[in-house]
């Protein structure tokens, strides 16, 4: 599957931002997708997850109540909905498909290229 991840911008501390990811092949629906993010200087982390069917989503901490995950299997695309934004979620954001929720990069075969986010204070 081929990912392509959309979005991003700059935008003020406390607004918001929707994220796209856009699946190509039919088997999207197949797969976990999460949410990752990458600050300069940083390890890639853990941002959000949600399952095959959307019935369950995961989140970190540092985001939990701020950003929403969800996905339409009919359009083959995972969003990613942040607002409240703080200039500490400034960060490269990228899409990821899998097999099972994990919260570790490893986990997940396939990647988005990955979109800008900036926050500004």
């Known amino acids: 599957v081929q990912l392509q991840a959309s979005g991003g911008g700059l935008v003020q501390a406390g607004g918001s931002l929707r994220l796209s990811c856009a699946a190509s092949?039919?088997?999207?629906?197949?797969?976990?997708m999460a949410w990752f993010r990458q600050a300069p200087g940083k390890k890639r982390e853990f941002v959000a997850a949600?399952?095959?069917?959307?019935?369950?989503?995961y989140y970190a901490d540092s985001v939990k109540g701020r950003f929403t995950i969800s996905r339409d299997n009919a359009k083959n695309t995972v969003y990613l909905q942040m607002n409240s934004l703080k200039p500490e979620d400034t960060a490269v954001y990228y899409c990821?498909?899998?097999?099972?929720?994990?919260?570790?990069?490893?986990?997940?075969?396939?990647w988005g290229q990955g979109t800008q986010v900036t926050v500004s204070s």
């Open positions: 990821a498909a899998g097999w099972a929720v994990r919260y570790t990069q490893s986990a997940y075969d396939y």
């Open positions: 092949g039919r088997t999207f629906s197949s797969y976990v």
């Open positions: 949600i399952s095959r069917s959307a019935s369950s989503t």
